[in-house]
């Protein structure tokens, strides 16, 4: 039987980025994915056969997080065939009154957009972008590190970013101010900073991508996903999201990898307290001489993959805090994918269409956000009044759809478990067929609202409920974050404290994933992260002194490099 020195199990793009580091650094490993091609959530697949030729993210598509990191560059991606585009504009927010919020990547334009209707709130814009980019500059270093890892932390910190860090937390005062930001919600900083409820509106609508109500308490964290937009930017792989996975695909299997499809794992083999492997749905096993790592979520690894007594024998107490511990509120999302003829015209709006590019964003108020989150959270569909994220990627690449035609992603907060339809539909979730076309039908009226040509546009459509998006995922109750993104369950708390370093209790058994730090998200950093936790383990003088130089080597490099226009 062959045996590897790291068996990781699921090929989605943190998996694919763990083995890379892996590799480079010597070591053999296979990837064992369950569905037929890899990528987990960051997929672009042809999926309606009746409209061949077009191509569908068919869960991530913006990325912002991975360029707050050195994931790209650090494996030289490029190399394999990966591009980014960047989009300009980056969000677009029609509102009910003719108003319209226009986010460009330049933050001058985006305020002389909002002076239109509102000078106050334009200058205010400016200071809340300048504010969130500071924190998110002083938060960066922790994010690409191993959360206990003070050496990596402090290496990651430049000039530039030491600066940011005290512009934010150099006094007390400043200090507690930070704080209490971070313990309050979204929607008490928007309305903090701003007047308008066109302005507002789709800011809540990105703040509550972190799968939460605008009115959280604990998460005004969320505020910063608009001002991300601006820098690093919005970016998409040409070709679709898959086009990451497959530049990470390349570089693993040139560096010896093996990536095995339809391998579904069904149980972690332990001997003496140790992980030694994994065993197949088709019963086969696959040997790992130093770790197995983990792309899965650690609820279902612990309850549902391993042996009870060999997770009691390590840690008593694991499972039963993995069980009640562990918050999932409910929130997932409904996918609609739609082969148009024509692209989106917003005629009432001044439209160009430009304006398309990024993302549109279907926010009519903050109010209307929170129903949007609420709902699902017990158990409710909100399509009374849908709010939704909006997607036409061949605005910004055309090779994603046959010459003048186009496609369209939709995201749509729903309920995993439907109240009052337990045990009914797929999985017992009350979702079936007919009540998701019904919700998407509600959905598309929504949209078409604002866009009247959407419906002589649709050629084709495809609708994935909750219940199948889990399914296809692997995703505990279709948390496609694993867990939600909550303060509680960020950095040196996620998934739960013994776990948030990557290790686990069991000798050679790791994570990695958006379970762990620093979540979910395009970003690459928990695989990035892990693969350096597992080279410490493994030669943890040699490892730390490599560590430290080339944080050095970075930090040097990021003061002396140009600064781009």
């Not at 903090?192 to 959280?216: H, I, M, N, T, Y």
């Not at 609420?374 to 939704?388: H, K, L, V």
Request: hydrophobic share 40%; with cysteine; aromatic share 8%.
């Amino acid at each position: 039987m062959k045996s590897y020195d790291v068996v990781i199990i699921g090929a989605g793009h943190n998996g694919l980025v763990c083995a890379a580091y892996l590799l480079k650094a010597g070591y053999t490993v296979l990837l064992l994915e369950k569905r037929s091609v890899p990528g987990g959530a960051a997929t672009t697949e042809e999926v309606i056969p009746e409209a061949p030729g077009f191509k569908f993210n068919l869960c991530a598509i913006d990325h912002e997080f991975i360029h707050l990191g050195p994931v790209v560059e650090e494996l030289e991606l490029e190399k394999y065939g990966l591009e980014y585009l960047y989009c300009d504009p980056v969000v677009f927010c029609p509102h009910p009154d003719g108003k319209y919020f226009l986010a460009h990547q330049s933050v001058e334009k985006t305020c002389a957009e909002i002076a239109r209707y509102n000078d106050r709130d334009a200058r205010k814009y400016a200071e809340f972008v300048d504010y969130w980019q500071r924190a998110i500059s002083a938060m960066g270093p922790m994010f690409n590190a191993p959360p206990k890892s003070v050496i990596d932390i402090l290496g990651n910190y430049n000039i530039p970013k030491i600066k940011d860090l005290l512009s934010v937390v150099g006094s007390s005062n400043k200090a507690l101010d930070f704080v209490r930001t971070m313990l309050t919600s979204a929607e008490d900083i928007l309305n903090e900073w701003f007047d308008e409820e066109f302005v507002k509106a789709p800011l809540a609508r990105l703040a509550g991508e972190l799968g939460a109500p605008p009115s959280q308490k604990n998460l005004a964290i969320g505020a910063m996903m608009m001002a991300m937009r601006h820098h690093p930017g919005m970016a998409r792989p040409r070709g679709g999201t898959g086009a990451l996975v497959g530049a990470l695909v390349k570089l693993v299997k040139s560096l010896g990898g093996e990536i095995l499809t339809d391998q579904q794992v069904k149980q972690i083999l332990v001997d003496e307290g140790r992980a030694v492997g994994v065993r197949v749905s088709t019963g086969h096993e696959y040997r790992a001489q130093k770790a197995v790592i983990s792309n899965i979520d650690a609820k279902r690894l612990f309850l549902s993959l391993m042996d009870q007594g060999d997770v009691d024998a390590a840690a008593p107490e694991l499972r039963e805090r993995l069980e009640r511990r562990i918050v999932n509120n409910n929130e997932t999302i409904l996918k609609i994918d739609c082969a148009l003829s024509e692209p989106l015209c917003f005629e009432r709006y001044n439209h160009r269409d430009e304006y398309t590019i990024g993302s549109v964003l279907i926010a009519d108020s903050v109010k209307h956000v929170e129903l949007a989150h609420t709902d699902p959270a017990i158990g409710r569909i909100p399509d009374s009044d849908p709010s939704m994220y909006v997607v036409q990627p061949t605005m910004l690449d055309p090779t994603m759809a046959p010459e003048g035609n186009h496609t369209l992603w939709i995201e749509f907060f729903a309920p995993y478990q439907i109240e009052g339809a337990e045990g009914t539909g797929l999985h017992g979730t009350g979702w079936t067929d007919d009540l998701k076309n019904k919700v998407a039908d509600r959905v598309l009226d929504k949209l078409a609202d604002y866009a009247p040509n959407l419906k002589k546009a649709i050629m084709a459509r495809r609708v994935e409920s909750p219940a199948e998006l889990g399914e296809r995922l692997g995703a505990l109750k279709g948390n496609y974050y694993h867990i939600d993104m909550t303060l509680d369950q960020m950095v040196f708390f996620r998934p739960l404290p013994e776990l948030a370093n990557y290790k686990t209790p069991i000798e050679g058994l790791f994570l990695t994933g958006a379970g762990t730090h620093p979540g979910g998200s395009i970003s690459g950093m928990p695989g990035r992260n892990c693969a350096r936790v597992f080279l410490h383990t493994q030669q943890p003088i040699a490892q730390t002194f490599r560590d430290a130089t080339e944080s050095f080597k970075s930090t040097m490099g990021s003061v002396l490099k140009p600064k781009k226009e």
